[in-house]
Each structure stands twice: as C-alpha cells, then as structure tokens.
C-alpha cells in the first residue's frame, strides 16, 4: 500500500443512519485533513490534525465528527445527515515544517462519494 | 468571500494546442501557489507550484506565469494531450499556516 487509502470509495445512506470513513497513510506524514468537494464549488477544508491535534474546525456541523487516533489513521464519523452532505469527502496528509516554511505538498486519497437520502 | 477565483469553469482545447487557466487571488500574506490536477474518480494530485518570488516556473509541457502586481497567476499546458484532460484546481497559502484555498476548478478536455 502506498500514498493515502479512503474507504468505502462509495457510500450510501439514509439521514438516521451513523457510519464513518476511513483514511489511512503511508507516507509518515505527521498532518491530515479532511475535504469536501462539491460540483462547481472549491474544496472545502474540513478538519485539519497536526501531530494527532486538532488545529482546524471550519464551522463544520456537529454532525461531522472527526477522529485521529494516530498519525496514520483519521476517521470521519457521520450521523444523522442532510441531503446537502451528499458530495466527495477527500482525505489528504502532509508533512507540516514548523513556521517560516512552506512543508510538502497534500497527498490526497481517491475519496469517498457519499449520497445522503 | 471567494479569495482564489478561478477561470474559465470549462476549457476545450484541440489536441497540440496551448491550454490556459488563469487565477486571481486577493490575500497579499498568500506566499505559495500550486497546481492540482484531478482525474475522475481520482483524488487532486499536486502537478506543479510556485513562489512569488519568480514570475516563471517551467516543468515539461507545463509553465506557471506569476504576476505579483496584479495578484493573477495562470497555468499553461503546450501541445495540449488527450491524456491532459482532467480538471485543475489553483490554490494558495500562507507562509507556516497549513490550510490551502482552493478554486473553483477547472474542466479541461483535449480534443483529437
């Protein structure tokens, strides 16, 4: 396995439903984050961990819950969601440098496509 | 407030040809300016990135062209490919935070 893993890559549930999505890294990166890509808007930054940190939280709803047990691993909880959630949820890493650099590049994953009925 | 517009939405372009997206950002603290190329049901994969501090950044078939004074970056892709097609996103961050903004993307199809 290499680069950055997402499953399901497909998703299907109803609004009272709970699941979650895996992401998973391969490239000793010691930051991930989550992205929603939606038709003709621009990624939208979700959540951001640095060293198993949270450090971002874009007003995302409570309905969204995300989890980083370790450096590889981040989850994505999701219950009782809305039609609108429907869209591409990306994983991506990066290896963050301290201030005054500019790190490497995100690594995205393929995604999971979710649809919310 | 969008702070990285992005345009055209959708480019075709004949095969051989010169594909061009173009950018325009408003934060003057943005210090770094990739390049993400996204295949379907693939995720974006970095393609090329620049800093302002050259107004040029060639790799292969494909050149960044940085204007500072007019806050306006652009991608060009020469001898455009059937194997280019793909949508491109712009973005761009500030020097030590870790949150890049992205564009709106852009559809790019090479005809033969």
């Known amino acids: 396995e290499t680069g950055v893993t997402q499953t399901p890559r497909h998703l299907v549930m109803g609004m009272t439903n709970k699941k979650s999505l895996k992401c998973e890294q391969h490239?000793?990166?010691?930051?991930m984050y989550w992205y929603k890509q939606s038709a003709k808007k621009p990624l939208e930054l979700m959540f951001v961990?640095?060293?198993?940190?949270?450090?971002e939280n874009n007003s995302v709803p409570s309905r969204f819950s995300p989890e980083c047990p370790n450096s590889s691993h981040l989850f994505l909880h999701l219950h009782t969601l809305q039609p609108e959630d429907s869209a591409l949820y990306l994983c991506?890493?990066?290896?963050?440098?301290?201030?005054?650099?500019?790190?490497?590049?995100?690594?995205f994953g393929n995604g999971t496509r979710l649809t919310v009925t | 407030q969008q702070q990285v517009k992005q345009s055209p939405q959708s480019l075709i372009v004949q095969k051989g040809g010169i594909s061009i997206i173009n950018c325009a950002y408003e934060?003057?603290?943005?210090?770094?300016f990739p390049w993400y190329q996204q295949f379907p049901g693939k995720g974006p994969a970095l393609l090329i990135a620049?800093?302002?501090?050259?107004s040029e950044k060639k790799e292969g078939r494909f050149t960044i062209s940085f204007n500072k004074s007019a806050k306006q970056f652009s991608l060009h892709i020469m001898d455009s490919q059937p194997g280019d097609s793909a949508t491109y996103f712009c973005a761009a961050r500030e020097v030590g935070n870790e949150k890049l903004t992205f564009g709106t993307g852009t559809r790019l199809t090479i005809i033969p």
């Open positions: 961990y640095s060293l198993e940190e949270r450090v």
């Open positions: 490239l000793g990166h010691n930051a």
């Open positions: 620049i800093r302002p501090d050259v």
């Open positions: 934060n003057t603290a943005f210090d770094y």
């Open positions: 991506a890493s990066s290896q963050e440098a301290p201030r005054a650099d500019y790190g490497s590049p995100l690594h």
